[in-house]
């Protein structure tokens, strides 16, 4: 009798085990530890509302970071992906002393995008988290990403993550943007939400449970 062939797993069943966490695959860049729950109200908060239309730049849209205190909230059309905001973002601040990135899984572009802005001096120092699917699925942009986070001094870890969040300070310039939405760093063609802000107290919040995340 003919042998079947083995089932191949599906992304369902890699977000499977992301949620649940495969026994004995764990390393010192992978952790069982969940950050614990936290919670941060901002009592008061200016609000811009934008849409990135399809064939509009984040520039288009939005020509200036959000101010102290202020918030942007963006719908983008999927023209664009998360990583596509980053850059000009960067370019906004002038520099990302320390640049902290969390998503589910991302792609080869965009990790040598990152590295790109790091060799040319845009990043200081930069951490990053992923969910466990990219670890054991995307094994090549995961090794690239590594090796290059690691000889840069930078560090990662992979969880049970699924939490979309980019932090990007410039002290000197008094930026601390937080960037909450639901994209991973990889080309989308679905409606995705952002909402980007310029607040210590809220970029202090998101730095904790991420540090948490990096040293447990």
């Known amino acids: 009798m003919d042998k079947k062939p083995e089932k191949q797993p599906t992304e369902t069943d890699?977000?499977?085990?992301d949620i649940l966490g495969v026994a004995g695959e764990t390393d010192l860049l992978e952790t069982d530890h969940m950050p614990a729950g936290r919670k941060h109200t901002r009592i008061s908060?200016?609000?811009r509302f934008e849409r990135v239309q399809q064939k509009e730049s984040l520039l288009d849209i939005i020509p200036e970071p959000p101010g102290p205190g202020e918030s942007i909230h963006i719908i983008g059309t999927g023209?664009?992906?998360?990583?596509?905001?980053?850059?000009?973002?960067i370019d906004w601040i002038g520099y990302a002393a320390h640049l902290t990135c969390s998503t589910w899984t991302l792609n080869r572009q965009n990790a040598i995008e990152f590295l790109e802005l790091w060799d040319a001096g845009k990043i200081g120092m930069a951490d990053f988290l992923t969910g466990l699917y990219f670890k054991r699925r995307e094994t090549a942009v995961y090794t690239m990403l590594l090796e290059g986070i690691r000889a840069r001094g930078g560090r990662y870890r992979a969880f049970r993550n699924h939490a979309k969040?980019?932090?990007?300070?410039?002290?000197?310039?008094?930026?601390?943007i937080t960037v909450e939405g639901s994209a991973n760093l990889t080309a989308n063609p679905r409606l995705e939400q952002y909402v980007m802000t310029n607040d210590r107290a809220l970029y202090d919040f998101h730095r904790t449970w991420t540090e948490e995340a990096l040293t447990t």
């Open 14 to 17: 890699y977000l499977i085990d």
């Open 45 to 47: 908060a200016r609000r």
């Open 79 to 89: 023209e664009y992906d998360f990583w596509t905001f980053v850059p000009q973002m």
């Open 165 to 176: 969040v980019l932090l990007l300070e410039n002290p000197d310039r008094d930026a601390w």
